[in-house]
């Protein structure tokens, strides 16, 4: 009887436990150390009290660290991952080679047509929607209002190139160690690349034509370039050639920057806490020359479910969370408006709450402008605005960038870098098979 | 001593090591040479084949290639010369009897601890940084221009930031061997009148020769591979100007996911490390009887 | 080498030594007063010393953005996992290569140091799926193994040139008395080179702890240490000089601890036979 009992007691126990176990789904979630991801997971209580039985194991890693394991994970099937955080560049390729779970049976109340067309487009393919994006952006001008008033300048809300060259010369100021303008000069796809692409659409560019023929050696390429490095040289800060995002970010907070045109996220740095100039922030759109393009880019960060994953319910559950309606308003509860990931729904912009934000409208205004489907002026074999997302940008960008960016550091002139650029990306088209 | 069942047991103890690390070096070897004659690139996963000798030929017929070859020679032959040089002195001046010698080890030791990104971001950032490195703000005091050390000098700050990291390894090895020269043989110089430097050049540096080579062969193995340090601070660049072979191998898997490529850079890497070693045993192997 | 020598040039080689190892301390050390440094004072121009915004801010940031303990567990196991099951296998093969040596001891010596000249970024991927076949990603166990054959060739070295100055009359004793080859090794052998293996760990340790390849390369959450941590840390949007150096303090301080606590015994055993 007593012998039993205990089994009897044993049986249940573990029954319970088995239970339990059965019930409890640990996902595993890959994401970039960007500010928006690192205030999620401080706001994982929410999350954890709807969904008591889904636990979320975070991977927060810098973005090429990043980059680097999750492409790795994914093309060789290695299921680490149930929640990747890729960008615009990845989800068409991927989205094509079968790696993605289609995430167009998201809930009603998700509301997927409530996403602003330009970034939904950007992650669909043939008709499939295969990443719910987190926050979107596109590129304007960051500039000093104190400095153009003391030069007796103003921003229109959308200069022109030489709108810009006229300010950048006007408040480089050397003796008090601040420089006209700051521009990514680091070499690499999403660094120095992404900022020139963008660029070059304004300026009538295309990497290639509708037969994948290379364009470096064509006269809008030449006057880009050219424009940039007389820009830079003139009245960029020293060193560029290693700046990127973060080192112009800081230099801006430091006061050391009269303008940066950059992602429209950074809006919320430089007026945030740890910028000196947070209260003298102005903002305009992207530069044009009268092309009907601007250069800026569009991009979104965006969470994906890999085919590979082993628990795809789970793992819809948190995307649906993480980039909802009410995950915004939860944002903006506990952070303020300013905080809430930008750029991927119509409501948030028609919040007026929202639109008291200072760059509120210029980034909307910024990413409406950006079309990846017709990035510029001429017709292009390709879609995106910054990149073309075909496999071989990744390299090849990163190539061309290390090209462009010893230009900048005076290694090359603007002539030899294009040529060069115009052999190493016809070389390696004709490897992967585009030109015959 | 070596008796036939001596000899037997030796082998079954040699035998786990040398077959793990036969393992460890043959399947991904044979894996990546393997690779090497396939097209294998990770984003186009339904392109693949066989290429012969094409992935090889794309590194030769690279115009940074000959650049990255002499890079990577560079930047082990600058921290050898820098590390042995600057390694000899100072333990030349902590085996002189001053206060607080525990201490001085310690302080010597510490680049040694320190993990290769956080020592390459400690010097890009807080140092060499043209703006906010502390090398600008001393110039700056000094009325200068700062030195633009990653644009202008890529090469020369890669090699000054991985020489720092081994600069307390080669110390402690040279001190060790100079604290087991016997110091009668130095008097008994001294009071022959040997000048300071004839002693260093007749008595010490030979008696150092062992401890030297031990520096040379080890940090050359850990040299030949770096990329680490150039990813953190100069990503090659400006253009290929810091990019040395591993790192071009590096671009090639990461950044193209192009395994092929890298797989064939991997074998030319094997290859290179391999006639380094040739020379460097010819040149420095007898003396090591190990 | 302590010779007799004025109190005059003790002083002065006693301020040479000290002004060239505050030099090469010199990084370290800033690198630690910048983490207790607000992010303005961090990138202050002229750099702020005496009169700059101390804080431990950083430290609470890092603290609570990130696992930090359990980064910092995952270090501890695999750097010591990997450094204990290396000797388990080395020491045998040391011993038979130093006190029964063959005519190809020396040529199997170099053949085991140069497996260690396969550039790590060139074999990721056939490892990785080597790994992923085995289902060691993100285990810990994948990563002793990894780190344990890449140093056990530097482990089989170091103890071998310490074996070799081990006079084979001590074991002949020990042999006289009937001690068996295991309880040689256990018994005789191994309290004589108890500092060769003391400090053959300690360094072999401190390689595996600062190994920041495999350990991001073959990770994703269980089994990251340390080196996964500072590339969660490393160029997030801006630069965040004092907060990077928070956790670079973090990341690098237990090792630097231990180290400086048994500087002796590394040292000790720092010859890779260079001393005769």
């Known amino acids: 009887m007593n012998i039993s009992l205990r089994a009897l007691l044993g049986a249940t126990v573990s029954f319970t436990l088995a239970g339990a176990a059965l019930a409890e789904t640990t996902i595993t979630v890959a994401t970039v150390n960007n500010g928006d991801m690192i205030r999620m997971q401080g706001l994982m209580d929410d999350f954890n009290a709807k969904h008591p039985d889904i636990t979320v194991e975070w991977v927060t890693l810098e973005e090429n660290v990043l980059r680097q394991n999750v492409t790795t994970d994914i093309a060789t099937g290695g299921g680490q991952y149930d929640v990747l955080t890729i960008g615009t560049y990845e989800v068409p390729i991927w989205g094509k080679q079968g790696w993605l779970t289609s995430l167009n049976d998201l809930p009603a109340e998700w509301d997927a047509d409530d996403l602003l067309p330009a970034i939904r487009g950007g992650l669909t393919v043939d008709g499939n929607l295969y990443a719910a994006p987190f926050y979107g952006e596109s590129s304007m001008v960051m500039y000093r209002k104190d400095l153009m008033e003391a030069a007796g300048l103003t921003m229109p809300d959308a200069p022109t190139w030489a709108d810009i060259e006229k300010a950048a010369a006007a408040m480089t100021n050397r003796d008090a160690e601040i420089n006209g303008i700051c521009l990514r000069g680091k070499a690499g796809w999403g660094e120095n690349m992404a900022f020139l692409t963008a660029m070059s659409n304004s300026f009538g560019a295309r990497w290639f034509d509708e037969t994948w023929t290379p364009q470096f050696d064509k006269p809008e390429w030449k006057a880009t370039l050219d424009f940039y490095l007389n820009l830079m040289n003139q009245y960029g800060p020293p060193g560029a050639s290693n700046n990127g995002f973060n080192e112009n970010l800081t230099l801006f907070n430091q006061g050391k920057c009269g303008m940066w045109i950059d992602a429209t996220v950074a809006a919320s740095f430089v007026t945030g806490k740890d910028s000196t100039v947070a209260d003298k922030v102005g903002f305009a759109l992207a530069p044009d020359n009268g092309l009907g393009k601007r250069g800026n880019w569009l991009w979104a960060w965006s969470l994906a479910i890999p085919s590979s994953s082993d628990a795809q319910d789970a793992a819809k559950t948190f995307v649906n969370w993480a980039t909802s309606k009410d995950y915004l308003a939860l944002v903006a509860e506990k952070e303020g408006w300013a905080n809430v990931p930008p750029g991927t729904r119509t409501s948030l912009y028609e919040n007026p709450e929202y639109q008291k934000v200072p760059f509120a409208k210029m980034t909307l205004d910024s990413i409406n402008s950006a079309d990846p489907n017709a990035p510029t002026v001429q017709p292009v074999p390709y879609v995106g605005v910054q990149f073309v997302a075909i496999p071989e940008f990744q390299g090849l960008g990163t190539s061309v960038g290390e090209i462009f960016s010893a230009a900048l550091a005076g290694q090359k002139t603007a002539d030899e870098a294009l040529a060069e650029a115009q052999t190493l990306v016809a070389d390696e088209m004709k490897a992967a098979g585009y030109i015959q | 001593m070596s008796t036939q069942s001596s000899r037997l047991a030796a082998r079954v103890m040699v035998a786990p090591s040398v077959v793990l690390l036969f393992i460890w070096m043959a399947v991904p070897l044979a894996m990546t040479l393997y690779y090497s004659f396939r097209l294998y690139r990770l984003l186009s996963p339904d392109r693949t084949g066989w290429v012969g000798f094409t992935n090889y030929l794309w590194f030769f017929n690279s115009p940074d290639f000959w650049l990255a070859l002499w890079n990577t020679l560079a930047l082990v032959g600058g921290v050898l010369v820098i590390t042995v040089v600057l390694g000899i002195l100072i333990a030349l001046l902590i085996d002189q009897p001053v206060k607080g010698q525990g201490m001085l080890r310690i302080l010597v030791i510490a680049p040694f601890f320190v993990m290769p990104p956080v020592a390459a971001s400690i010097w890009e950032n807080l140092f060499m940084h043209p703006q906010n490195g502390l090398f600008a703000a001393i110039a700056r005091g000094f009325g200068a221009q700062p030195i633009l050390f990653l644009e202008e000098y890529p090469l020369l700050s890669v090699i000054g930031i991985v020489s720092w990291e081994w600069l307390p390894f080669a110390a402690l090895i040279l001190l060790t061997s100079l604290q087991s020269l016997s110091s009668e043989q130095l008097e008994a110089a001294e009071m022959d009148g040997a000048s300071a430097l004839s002693r260093l050049r007749y008595i010490i540096l030979p008696h150092m020769t062992r401890a030297i080579t031990v520096v040379i062969l080890i940090q050359t193995i850990f040299l030949l591979g770096i990329f680490g340090e150039i990813f953190t601070t100069t990503q090659g660049g400006p253009g290929s100007a810091s990019t040395t072979l591993p790192y071009m191998i590096f671009k090639q898997a990461i950044a193209a996911k192009d395994i092929g490529r890298a797989a064939a850079g991997g074998i030319i890497a094997v290859i290179l490390a391999n006639i380094v070693a040739y020379f460097l045993m010819r040149g420095i192997g007898r003396h090591l009887d190990a | ?276």
């Open chain 3, 1 to 276: 080498m302590a010779r007799a020598t004025s109190p005059r040039r003790k002083t002065l080689t006693t301020i040479a030594a000290w002004s060239v190892a505050l030099i090469i301390f010199f990084p370290v050390l800033w690198m630690i007063l910048t983490s207790f440094k607000t992010e303005a004072s961090a990138v202050a121009s002229p750099p702020e010393l005496l009169g700059a915004d101390w804080t431990l801010e950083n430290y609470a940031d890092v603290w609570s953005r990130s696992d930090y303990p359990r980064f910092f567990w995952n270090s501890v196991v695999i750097s010591l996992g990997s450094t204990l099951l290396g000797l388990a296998i080395a020491i045998p093969a040391a011993w038979a290569m130093a006190f029964v040596p063959g005519r190809r001891t020396k040529d199997l010596l170099m053949w085991m140091l140069s497996t260690k000249m396969m550039p790590a970024v060139a074999v990721m991927i056939p490892l990785y799926l080597l790994f992923l076949q085995l289902g060691l990603i993100d285990t810990r166990i994948g990563l002793v193994l990894a780190l344990m054959l890449m140093n056990l060739p530097i482990i089989v070295w170091m103890l071998y040139t310490y074996f070799k100055e081990i006079p084979g009359e001590i074991l002949e004793a020990a042999r006289m008395d009937g001690a068996g080859l295991i309880k040689e090794i256990l018994y005789v052998l191994t309290p004589i080179a108890l500092p060769g293996i003391a400090s053959t760990l300690l360094l072999n340790v401190i390689l595996a702890w600062n190994e920041a390849f495999w350990t991001i390369v073959l990770t994703t959450t269980k089994a990251a240490p340390l080196s996964a941590f500072i590339a969660s840390f490393s160029a997030p949007q801006g630069l965040f000089y004092a907060k990077l150096s928070a956790a670079s303090t973090m990341a690098i301080a237990p090792i630097l601890i231990l180290g400086w606590f048994s500087q002796k015994q590394l040292v000790r055993g720092l010859t890779f036979g260079a001393v005769k």
